[in-house]
Every structure is written in C-alpha cells, then in structure tokens.
C-alpha cells in the first residue's frame, strides 16, 4: 500500500490529512503513513484543516463544517466536560 499524500499538516509536521474526496477525514502519522484517527462526515468531504495547535480538526463539505478533536482521549474528554451527568462503564463500551 502507498503512502497517502497529503494535503494539510499540523503545525509539527507530525501528522497529515490526506485529500481524500469521500465521506472520512483520515490522519496519518507523517514518518510512517500509518492512519492515527478516522472521523466519519454524512457527505463528500471537500476541504480539511488543523487548528494552529494540531488539537482540532475542521472537516467541510458542501452542506456544511464540523469542528472537532480528534484524538481519542481528547474526543472523551469533551464529551465528559458537556455532558450534564457521568457515563458508566457499561455506556462507555458502547
């Protein structure tokens, strides 16, 4: 499998986002081309972005933008400052 290219890069050059054209906003670790994160978008995604700090990710398509982290323990530590009461273990697999 090739390496993808890349189309954005955080600001350390550590990680990439690929010009994909399909409905997933994919990041790679640069030095290895391994896929780190897959944010799945309802449509064609057109555009993708970092934040200056790498944290956030900007995901367009022609319908709209979401604007999200992307790391997973950033991902669940959003959740946990939003939502109005704790999550069990059991809620958590899920």
Known sequence: MSRPRFGRFTGDFH???PAAG?????VFE??????VA???HQETVMSVAFSPD???LA???LKGAL???WRSQEIAD???AHLPFNLTPEEWKQ
């Open 78 to 80: 959003y959740v946990c």
């Open 38 to 40: 897959r944010l799945a």
């Open 59 to 61: 995901v367009a398509s």
């Open 30 to 35: 640069s030095a290895t081309g391994e896929e």
């Open 22 to 26: 399909d409905n997933t906003a994919r």
């Open 67 to 69: 604007i999200s982290p």
């Open 54 to 56: 790498g944290r956030l």
């Open 15 to 17: 990680y990439g986002l």
